[in-house]
């Protein structure tokens, strides 16, 4: 075993066959953990959110949090609501992206795809940034390490998800559980020292800053519309449940929003009985904590710490839906098709490698800083709930199905109360950097489409439809043979033919090797191989670990062992793209053929490119 191959089994665990995709289902106890912790780590940042808005119109105006809380609960139970529906008419996975795109058109379907990628990238950004300022209010002194830290949070959770989506499931029970329970608490402990007689400090004075008006109001109120990110999750990851998908799904979307409310609430409430303020350096959850418990409680630490575990954890929604998400929009040909692969622990290691690599930057570029980056954060999610909503009206309009009236009501509610909030955040947030998204959007959709532009024009090069036949004379099988050829090929298109045809003239015995992945139709495949190079024999390759270099390798290798002492050409079949930023969107399986070659010591091997 080769140094990388034994670092990569110990950090995330020997390949997985792909006979064990079932196996790596979650409950719904795991489903809560892994697809939820995003929403529900919201209640550690919400209520600041808005709390830091109305602090700006003097603490007087702080008292308008609760009513502000009630209002976001509402739209919680109505956004609840519409993805009940979605998901019992999507029961194979309903994500935004899939419904806007069969009901509301293509471009509408890239809009909430790339609205999605997105939230998802900021999710990771916030809820890491959020998460280590928890740890950093508990610890002062950690404060000037604020980015090296986000890092390495990113970074640690990137290796569990990379262990595959059982296993970090089972990994992230326990902390999710612990900070719901240590709210629960805090909350229970809040109520009773207020009813056993606790008067808490009046406000200090807060300098006004900004009048207070509608616009002010509906401002905090989108602040805190925060708390609802991730709840899309469960609808766009139906299909990691055990079965009954649909029905797990269904009832952990409920389960979750019954406990996000509740707590959301609580919180909210005991933010304003105990008069708490925004303050530098300590997150409202942490006042709390101290107000109720008592700075040397050794509670307060723990709630501190179950905070920054749930906060760290949200990021695992995005780790868990965003390579799901890719997988989606690259099988529809509008991202990198390396997106679309299962990776060794049956997960999508590209999409999660891509995730941590883009909330990393962000995170340098915006320093760890929370409130820097929740302005951007809610228009994503709300211009994909919108366009989600909007395409269910539009498929029970179609369908008609049993109780279809009701269906389209309660998505067609959802629908208007999503646009009304995202124009609002959009008003409200635009110049704080909202303005960022509203102009990636349509960049990310142009990207889209400039990749599936480049596809088809692939496609278009490489084709053989309408190749005729190809009749060629039984190649004689020669008693003493002087240069063997093994031909590898993946598709079967124009340059694997010009690599065939190179075979044919520098070798005396030729066999093509094929890798099936787990994707292959072995009958299509074999009769039109025999239509257009009847007279090489195709071998077909089982991978069940999903791996083209091994199987090829051992067989390239048993092959030349056959053949002793004399030279054996390895033919690589390859296209060379117009410009040299689009290699990028192929599979570089060449370069990593050649390299494993090199290393069972294979003397000849050749490249026979196809320039498109």
Same mark, same amino acid.
């Given at each position: 075993?080769?140094?990388?191959?034994?670092?990569?089994?110990?950090?995330?665990?020997?390949?997985?066959?792909?006979?064990?995709?079932?196996?790596?289902?979650?409950?719904?106890?795991?489903?809560?953990?892994?697809?939820?912790?995003?929403?529900?780590?919201?209640?550690?940042?919400?209520?600041?959110?808005?709390?830091?808005?109305?602090?700006?119109?003097?603490?007087?105006?702080?008292?308008?949090?609760?009513?502000?809380?009630?209002?976001?609960?509402?739209?919680?139970?109505?956004?609840?609501?519409?993805?009940?529906?979605?998901?019992?008419?999507?029961?194979?996975?309903?994500?935004?992206?899939?419904?806007?795109?069969?009901?509301?058109?293509?471009?509408?379907?890239? +809009?909430?795809? #790339?609205?999605?990628?997105?939230?998802?990238? %900021? *999710?990771?950004?916030?809820? &890491? !940034?959020? /998460?280590?300022? $928890?740890?950093?209010?508990?610890?002062?002194?950690?404060?000037?390490?604020?980015?090296?830290?986000?890092?390495?949070?990113?970074?640690?959770?990137?290796?569990?998800?990379?262990?595959?989506?059982?296993?970090?499931?089972?990994?992230?029970?326990?902390?999710?559980?612990?900070?719901?329970?240590?709210?629960?608490?805090?909350?229970?402990?809040?109520?009773?020292?207020?009813?056993?007689?606790?008067?808490?400090?009046?406000?200090?004075?807060?300098?006004?800053?900004?009048?207070?008006?509608?616009?002010? +109001?509906?401002? #905090?109120?989108?602040?805190?519309?925060?708390? %609802? *990110?991730?709840?899309?999750? &469960? !609808?766009? /990851?139906?299909? $990691?449940?055990?079965?009954?998908?649909?029905?797990?799904?269904?009832?952990?979307?409920?389960?979750?929003?019954?406990?996000?409310?509740?707590?959301?609430?609580?919180?909210?409430?005991?933010?304003?009985?105990?008069?708490?303020?925004?303050?530098?350096?300590?997150?409202?959850?942490?006042?709390?904590?101290?107000?109720?418990?008592?700075?040397?409680?050794?509670?307060?630490?723990?709630?501190?710490?179950?905070?920054?575990?749930?906060?760290?954890?949200?990021?695992?929604?995005?780790?868990?839906?965003?390579?799901?998400?890719?997988?989606?929009?690259?099988?529809?040909?509008?991202?990198?098709?390396?997106?679309?692969?299962? /990776?060794?622990?049956?997960?999508?290691?590209?999409?999660?490698?891509?995730?941590?690599?883009?909330?990393?930057?962000?995170?340098?570029?915006?320093?760890?800083?929370?409130?820097?980056?929740?302005?951007?954060?809610?228009?994503?999610?709300?211009?994909?709930?919108?366009?989600?909503?909007?395409?269910?009206?539009?498929?029970?309009?179609?369908?008609?199905?049993?109780?279809?009236?009701?269906?389209?009501?309660?998505?067609?509610?959802?629908?208007?109360?999503?646009?009304?909030?995202?124009?609002?955040?959009?008003?409200?947030?635009?110049?704080?950097?909202?303005?960022?998204?509203?102009?990636?959007?349509?960049?990310?959709?142009?990207?889209?489409?400039?990749?599936?532009?480049?596809?088809?024009?692939?496609?278009?090069?490489?084709?053989?439809?309408?190749?005729?036949?190809?009749?060629?004379?039984?190649?004689?099988?020669?008693?003493?043979?002087?240069?063997?050829?093994?031909?590898?090929?993946?598709?079967?298109?124009?340059?694997?033919?010009?690599?065939?045809?190179?075979?044919?003239?520098?070798?005396d015995e030729i066999v093509a090797v094929h890798v099936d992945t787990g994707s292959t139709?072995?009958?299509?495949?074999?009769?039109?191989?025999?239509?257009?190079?009847?007279?090489?024999?195709?071998?077909?390759?089982?991978?069940?670990?999903?791996?083209?270099?091994?199987?090829?390798?051992?067989f390239i290798q048993d092959y030349e062992a056959e053949h002793p002492g004399i030279f054996?050409?390895?033919?690589?079949?390859?296209?060379?793209?117009?410009?040299?930023?689009?290699?990028?969107?192929?599979?570089?399986?060449?370069?990593?053929?050649?390299?494993?070659?090199?290393?069972?010591?294979?003397?000849?091997?050749?490249?026979?490119?196809?320039?498109?």
């Open positions: 075993m080769s140094l990388y191959s034994g670092l990569k089994n110990l950090l995330i665990g020997r390949s997985l066959p792909t006979s064990a995709h079932a196996e790596e289902r979650l409950s719904r106890a795991a489903g809560l953990a892994v697809l939820s912790s995003d929403a529900l780590s919201s209640v550690a940042y919400a209520t600041e959110e808005i709390l830091l808005v109305l602090v700006m119109a003097g603490s007087g105006a702080l008292s308008l949090s609760q009513p502000i809380a009630i209002a976001i609960i509402a739209l919680l139970a109505i956004v609840i609501l519409s993805y009940r529906q979605t998901i019992k008419a999507y029961p194979q996975g309903g994500g935004s992206y899939i419904v806007a795109r069969e009901n509301l058109g293509l471009v509408p379907g890239l +809009v909430a795809g #790339a609205s999605l990628m997105i939230d998802y990238i %900021l *999710t990771v950004t916030v809820s &890491i !940034s959020a /998460g280590t300022a $928890a740890l950093t209010s508990a610890v002062p002194a950690l404060q000037p390490y604020t980015v090296e830290l986000c890092l390495l949070f990113i970074f640690l959770v990137m290796l569990a998800n990379l262990r595959g989506l059982r296993e970090s499931g089972n990994l992230f029970m326990l902390p999710t559980y612990t900070f719901v329970v240590s709210v629960f608490i805090l909350i229970g402990l809040g109520f009773l020292k207020q009813a056993t007689g606790y008067v808490a400090p009046d406000y200090p004075q807060a300098p006004v800053t900004e009048s207070l008006g509608l616009f002010f +109001v509906l401002k #905090a109120f989108s602040a805190g519309c925060t708390a %609802l *990110t991730g709840v899309e999750a &469960i !609808s766009d /990851g139906v299909m $990691a449940f055990k079965p009954p998908e649909w029905k797990n799904a269904r009832s952990t979307l409920l389960a979750m929003g019954a406990i996000l409310g509740t707590m959301f609430l609580g919180i909210t409430y005991l933010a304003h009985s105990y008069h708490i303020m925004p303050e530098e350096g300590q997150t409202v959850v942490s006042q709390l904590g101290r107000q109720i418990l008592g700075d040397s409680n050794p509670a307060y630490y723990f709630i501190q710490i179950a905070t920054l575990l749930i906060l760290l954890l949200a990021a695992n929604t995005s780790f868990a839906d965003f390579p799901r998400l890719c997988y989606f929009i690259a099988r529809d040909g509008f991202l990198p098709r390396q997106l679309s692969l299962l /990776g060794d622990r049956l997960v999508y290691s590209n999409g999660i490698i891509l995730l941590s690599l883009c909330a990393g930057f962000l995170i340098i570029v915006f320093q760890g800083q929370t409130n820097a980056v929740i302005p951007l954060y809610a228009v994503g999610v709300f211009t994909s709930f919108t366009l989600s909503q909007a395409g269910m009206v539009r498929h029970w309009l179609n369908e008609r199905t049993a109780g279809w009236r009701s269906s389209a009501i309660i998505n067609g509610l959802g629908a208007v109360v999503t646009t009304v909030v995202l124009i609002t955040i959009v008003l409200t947030k635009f110049l704080l950097g909202a303005w960022m998204v509203v102009i990636a959007i349509p960049l990310v959709v142009y990207l889209f489409l400039s990749i599936r532009r480049h596809y088809r024009y692939v496609a278009r090069r490489l084709s053989i439809e309408g190749l005729p036949p190809r009749s060629y004379i039984p190649r004689p099988k020669v008693e003493v043979v002087t240069h063997p050829a093994v031909v590898l090929v993946g598709q079967l298109h124009q340059g694997t033919i010009e690599a065939l045809d190179y075979a044919r003239l520098i070798a139709d072995h009958a299509s495949l074999q009769q039109r191989w025999q239509q257009l190079e009847s007279d090489i024999p195709l071998v077909i390759l089982d991978s069940p670990y999903r791996s083209l270099a091994e199987p090829l390798l051992k054996s050409t390895i033919i690589i079949p390859g296209f060379v793209t117009r410009n040299w930023w689009e290699g990028f969107l192929h599979n570089q399986t060449s370069i990593f053929l050649r390299l494993g070659l090199r290393s069972k010591r294979s003397r000849v091997v050749t490249t026979v490119r196809y320039y498109l």
